[in-house]
């Protein structure tokens, strides 16, 4: 069965971006001009994406605005004749059509995305973590719906992480399967580097059976009091073969001021208008 539907969390807090997120979403945070939510949705739809729903939560306004039309701002531009402007902004409105659910108590990844259950119905899907930007040719979800196509089952996304950064990803224990591909034996959420069973880190990047769904249910809160999903993921594994893919492509943490940085000064440097001045301005200041 295809891969229609994609489920994108940004209910989180983004206590790690305090004192922004007060009253600013993490996700609408700007990489260049476009918020981080965009670049998932744009990933989304170049994946063969039909439908997106984006779990949202209070304060969380901007992310409906910002994908919906606006016919003043339209009104505007057409008068001062911005016609290329004018375009690309009817072009955001109408890129795709994104539902929002609302999770009312942010209980964790894993109960954001029990949220979307009817939605998601009986169906494999998709998960992208915003915060989880990602650099690469082919977009990184399209590569793991050809994963997905080739197995049939879950399919996880992972990046090889250094041993002191264990500790601030889900790990899994790992069987090669081929150059890229492995199969999933266990998962730990954010081991020591001496506890963990590899330095293969899942990303932000996920293509779910819908059994996640009936076993998030029954997944008990873990760290943080939070209901993970990689313990789900864990309990999956008695029911089904997950595969992990390790996606051609950079990732960046945007969810951490240095990841977002890093990822703002990488995208900027590749911008036609800007990336030759602010190369120089960099050059000049380190
Ligand atoms: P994070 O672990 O990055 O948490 O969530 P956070 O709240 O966004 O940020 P910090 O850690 O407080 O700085 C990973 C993903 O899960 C979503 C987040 O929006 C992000 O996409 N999430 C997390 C939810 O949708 N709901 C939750 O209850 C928790």
């Known amino acids: 069965m295809k891969v229609r539907k994609a489920v994108i969390t940004a209910a989180g807090w983004g206590t790690r971006f305090l004192p922004i997120t007060r009253s600013q979403p993490k996700e609408m945070l700007p990489v260049v001009n476009k918020p981080l939510i965009q670049y998932s949705?744009?990933?989304?739809?170049?994946?063969g994406i039909e439908q997106i729903i984006v779990i949202t939560a209070l304060g969380k306004r901007a992310i409906e605005d910002y994908f919906d039309r606006s016919f003043e701002l339209e009104y505007f531009l057409e008068q001062k004749r911005e016609t290329k402007l004018l375009q690309e902004m009817r072009e955001l409105s109408s890129l795709?059509?994104?539902?929002?659910?609302r999770q009312k108590e942010q209980l964790g990844l894993g109960h954001a995305i029990l949220t979307a259950k009817n939605f998601v119905a009986d169906e494999p899907f998709a998960v992208l973590l915003p915060d989880d930007l990602i650099d690469s040719r082919v977009?990184?979800?399209k590569q793991m719906v050809e994963v997905y196509e080739q197995y049939g089952t879950?399919?996880?996304?992972?990046?090889?992480?250094?041993?002191?950064?264990?500790?601030?990803?889900?790990?899994?224990?790992p069987k090669r399967v081929s150059a890229k591909i492995y199969q999933v034996l266990g998962l730990t959420e954010k081991?020591?580097?001496q506890e963990a069973p590899s330095n293969l880190g899942v990303v932000g990047r996920y293509i779910l059976m819908p059994q996640i769904f009936d076993v998030l249910e029954v997944t008990p809160p873990g760290?943080?009091?939070?209901?993970?999903?990689?313990?789900?993921?864990?309990?999956?594994l008695q029911q089904q073969t997950i595969y992990a893919y390790e996606f051609d492509g950079v990732r960046y943490d945007a969810g951490t001021p240095l990841g977002w940085l890093e990822a703002t000064i990488?995208?900027?440097?590749?911008?036609?208008?800007?990336?030759?001045?602010?190369?120089?301005y960099l050059r000049q200041l380190l």
């Open 139 to 141: 977009p990184a979800l």
């Open 191 to 193: 081991p020591k580097p």
């Open 223 to 236: 760290k943080n009091q939070e209901i993970q999903l990689t313990d789900a993921l864990q309990l999956l």
């Open 154 to 173: 879950s399919v996880i996304a992972i990046k090889r992480v250094s041993s002191q950064n264990t500790v601030k990803y889900g790990i899994i224990e």
């Open 41 to 47: 949705v744009e990933e989304a739809i170049n994946s």
């Open 266 to 280: 990488a995208f900027a440097l590749k911008q036609p208008d800007i990336g030759r001045e602010l190369r120089e």
């Open 96 to 101: 795709i059509d994104v539902c929002y659910i």
